[in-house]
């Protein structure tokens, strides 16, 4: 194939999920919270704004988000993409006031400091990226906070090398925080690593929690969360961003078939 055939395959596979995505519906906040209540499940409301989208109609919509929230009577939060809206207190403030928890998702090393402030400022909670050489810091500082921390294996690459062994600086955050009287959420769809770090954080009486990304494999992770007792909340990705962003990283993640497909016939790992 020649190289402007190659070049124009590739242009069509990161130009297909913004073009799919815009077809496809946005779901409901509120059908979906009343769902979830109803399973028993708390849950997380996560914003993906479209592209180039003002601060503005950002905050409007997680005041929104607030409301289908509150309107459900579900146990639930808002999970906050600080760089949308530009690190801005006074934005934070108006979401804030509509009476809901808030909880500020982790994007790149480099913005970290700002949103650390800002949980800290508004008593927020945090997520904590393992594959950041600064978090294990970053959680000592924290552990004796009253914030929220959700531990999660992070999306975006640290510019220092990278922990060698994931899931072994997943369960070392885990170990920091174990004993802290916050909660803390494992996020996670590994069964094993799941197991692993709710077992230490129940073992210190830690208030604790699986939290799951709705869409994805979760039958032998919820097993887990059953064995340990310990409740489970969903993160339901809300806004036009989400498709796009959906679709890109399933084009990515080839493996996903056989991962759910490894979910529905795996067993459910052994307590340690």
């Given at each position: 194939m020649s190289s402007h055939a190659w070049a124009r395959l590739r242009d069509l596979r990161y130009a297909l999920p913004g073009k799919v995505g815009g077809?496809?519906?946005e779901p409901d906040p509120a059908r979906l919270a009343r769902t979830i209540r109803e399973q028993g499940l708390a849950l997380t409301f996560g914003y993906f704004a479209a592209d180039a989208a003002?601060?503005?109609a950002i905050v409007a919509a997680y005041c929104g988000l607030a409301d289908s929230?509150?309107?459900s009577g579900a146990d639930g939060y808002l999970?906050?993409?600080a760089p949308q809206i530009g690190f801005d207190a006074d934005a934070v403030?108006?979401?804030?006031?509509n009476g809901v928890e808030l909880l500020f998702d982790a994007h790149g090393p480099d913005q970290a400091d700002r949103t650390l402030a800002l949980a800290l400022r508004f008593t927020a909670g945090c997520a904590l990226p393992a594959r950041w050489r600064r978090s294990l810091g970053d959680a000592r500082g924290l552990r004796d906070t009253a914030i929220r921390i959700r531990l999660v294996k992070g999306e975006w690459a640290d510019p220092q090398p990278e922990a060698g062994d994931l899931n072994a600086a997943y369960l070392e955050l885990a170990a920091e925080l174990a004993g802290r009287s916050a909660p803390v959420a494992v996020a996670t769809h590994d069964p094993v690593l799941a197991q692993r770090a709710l077992g230490l954080l129940k073992a210190a009486g830690t208030p604790c929690e699986l939290e799951q990304l709705r869409g994805l494999p979760r039958r032998r992770t919820m097993g887990v969360a059953r064995e340990q007792?310990?409740?489970v909340r969903i993160y339901l990705p809300q806004g036009p961003g989400w498709w796009p962003y959906a679709i890109?990283?399933?084009l990515a993640r080839p493996y996903l078939p056989g991962w759910w497909l490894n979910d529905l016939t795996g067993?459910?790992?052994a307590a340690a």
């Open positions: 077809w496809l519906p003002p601060s503005r929230l509150r309107a999970s906050v993409k403030g108006r979401i804030a006031a007792q310990v409740p890109n990283q399933a067993r459910v790992p």
